[in-house]
């Protein structure tokens, strides 16, 4: 059996994100957003902290980035996040023009990229990233595997 595929940096970067956001209370997701090879925008889970149905990790990450850049298009851009992102996210994705995005754990229940509405997928998406799951998945997953049993 071949050796497993080692976890990319920028994972590891979301992932340590995701941990700081479940020490903090919250669904334990992270993202980051890269441009040639620098990290210019992350983001970690922060819903319950400002009161923000939108504050997911990957919209706090493209919004620094935007930020960074000083254009809400972020062409040539990736995202990497420790969840596959959901409707919402995954739009905003496509607004941003971002290139790829890298996810660790799918979302069967409330994924919207490879799961659920599959967003990219709709002839009304304006734009279609390069999309790579399971990224990190065994970690991601269990972060929040662990955090969810904490709460039942």
């Known amino acids: 059996m071949p050796a497993p595929f080692p976890t990319p940096p920028f994972m590891h970067q979301a992932l340590d994100l995701a941990r ?40 706090i990450a493209i919004r620094a980035a935007a930020a960074q850049l000083g254009d809400y298009r972020l062409v040539d851009c990736d995202l990497w996040v420790t969840l596959e992102p959901c409707a919402m996210c995954a739009g905003a994705i496509a607004h941003a023009r971002i290139a790829r995005v890298y996810y660790g754990a799918a979302d069967p229940k409330g994924g919207g990229v490879d799961h659920g509405a599959r967003v ?32 039942r």
């Open 120 to 151: 990219f997928a709709h002839p009304q998406c304006l734009h279609r990233p390069d999309v790579y799951g399971g990224i990190g998945e065994d970690a991601a997953a269990a972060l929040l595997r662990g955090f969810f049993a904490a709460r």
């Open 20 to 59: 700081a956001a479940g020490a903090a209370g919250e669904v334990p997701v992270g993202a980051v957003v890269v441009r040639a090879g620098a990290v210019i925008g992350q983001g970690e889970n922060r819903n319950r902290r400002d009161n923000d149905p939108t504050a997911h990790a990957e919209i």
